[in-house]
């Protein structure tokens, strides 16, 4: 089976860091995506890592370590506007391609 | 460039009455995907078409039939609704071509749908 483990809410101030955590369990792991998703809004893509290490984006970057089974998104200069929820999403491989959600992280930003 | 339409925007029902979500995408993508998300759930995976012409079950398929009607529609059909179908629904696509980004997901507006 598949299942993703993020935390549900995450706190933050203007300006810091944040970190998001994501852990999964699964066969046929291709890759772990993350998307973004404002109130009332629709999911839009972030990230993708296939490979072991970090990707970086502008201000966003993700790590994967494919060993542990573990990666994260890491939002930096954090801006008010990053208030959002955060999913990680896992890439199943085979004939056809399929990804699985995790139940998304609630970013607060504090001014 | 319109990406990934989907109508309605929103849609109250009575319980037992049917009816079909529409999803159109025009990036000629390959895979289309229909997930249901509730209020602490996430985006659960109801059914999705790797190309035109199959269609796979997801993770909550049960209540639910689609139809690649060809490769730019994807429709959901509700044959009986139940109140536990109240959700928001998206339709997503993704090309699959067999580079990094066929794992980038582009998702329409929703549709808010609403089981009495």
């Known amino acids: 089976g598949q299942s993703l483990e993020q935390p549900s809410e995450v706190t933050a101030v203007e300006g810091a860091i944040v970190q998001i955590n994501c852990t999964y369990q699964?066969?046929?792991?291709?890759?772990l995506s993350w998307y973004q998703q404002h109130d009332g809004g629709a999911p839009t893509f972030l990230s993708y890592n296939a490979l072991d290490g970090l990707e970086e984006t502008g201000r966003f970057s993700s790590f994967l370590s494919r060993s542990d089974s573990y990666g994260y998104l890491l939002l930096q200069e954090l801006q008010m506007k990053d208030s959002a929820s955060y999913f990680c999403a896992e890439v199943s491989g085979g004939r056809d391609d399929k990804i699985i959600f995790g139940k998304g992280t609630r970013l607060h930003i504090l001014p | 460039n319109a990406g990934v339409t989907q109508t309605p925007k929103f849609q109250v029902l009575k319980t037992g009455q049917s009816m079909t979500l529409q999803c159109a995408q025009d990036m000629n993508h390959n895979s289309m995907y229909w997930y249901r998300q509730d209020p602490g759930m996430g985006l659960r995976l109801i059914y999705y078409?790797?190309?035109?012409?199959?269609?796979d079950k997801g993770e909550v398929p049960n209540g639910y039939n689609v139809s690649r009607l060809n490769k730019r529609e994807f429709s959901l059909r509700l044959e009986s609704a139940a109140p536990s179908q109240t959700s928001v629904y998206f339709c997503a696509s993704s090309a699959t071509t067999g580079g990094t980004s066929d794992y980038e997901q582009f998702f329409g507006p929703g549709t808010r749908l609403t089981v009495l």
């Open positions: 078409s790797a190309s035109e012409g199959t269609t």
């Open positions: 699964t066969s046929g792991f291709y890759g």
